[in-house]
């Protein structure tokens, strides 16, 4: 196996998703690039935006320590299975976007998964998945990282870190707000699904 991560590491992140899957091995690949080039958060803060919410996000705040809820874990929303790292202390950065030849789902596969989430799928075809899932979880975990990413520099800047802002109150459902995340409408401070639902331009 190329990938380099240890069998405790994986271990952790599967445990942490709850189960072994072809995106979660697309994760770990990402999170071993990021420790392999730019190191742990730990060591010095590093800021992952992730262009997808699929499995293998698990991964990489399982194994990297930027997540979410310290706000140097960035979702945006793009459908791309696409990871950049940030690291501050020296401005290195880097994007790994899967290559479309290492892409472990086939056609044959999605029909198979879209019929087992159906319960359309027989015993044969789950059979079936299963033997495609664990051939593409084991390709994802031997390619070397560079067969498996397209690597080069970030397509936009450094996110900016994380600021802790005033909450208001929304003069509508009467919620506390980040004031980043409110709208004035017609004198009135209003949360977001406020705001969304009397705004007329949608």
Do not use: W
Not at 103 to 132: I, N
């Amino acid at each position: 196996m190329t990938c380099a991560l240890t069998n405790e590491q994986i271990d952790r992140a599967v445990a942490f998703h709850g189960h072994t899957c072809p995106g979660l091995s697309i994760g770990l690949r990402a999170a071993e690039l990021c420790l392999r080039e730019l190191g742990h958060n730990d060591a010095a803060p590093v800021t992952a935006v992730v262009e997808t919410d699929m499995c293998g996000v698990d991964a990489i705040q399982v194994l990297t320590g930027c997540t979410f809820g310290k706000g140097n874990l960035i979702h945006r929303d793009h459908g791309k299975m696409a990871f950049s790292f940030y690291r501050a202390s020296d401005g290195r950065a880097l994007r790994a976007v899967i290559r479309p030849e290492a892409r472990p789902v086939t056609p044959e596969m999605t029909a198979l998964m879209r019929k087992s989430m159906d319960g359309t799928a027989t015993d044969e075809e789950k059979r079936r998945m299963a033997a495609m899932r664990a051939e593409a979880i084991r390709r994802i975990m031997d390619l070397p990282l560079e067969e498996l990413f397209e690597i080069a520099p970030p397509t936009t800047p450094a996110p900016r870190g994380a600021k802790i802002l005033e909450s208001l109150r929304c003069e509508a459902c009467g919620e506390m707000a980040m004031e980043s995340r409110t709208r004035r409408f017609a004198g009135q401070t209003l949360c977001l699904p406020c705001f969304e639902a009397v705004e007329q331009k949608r």
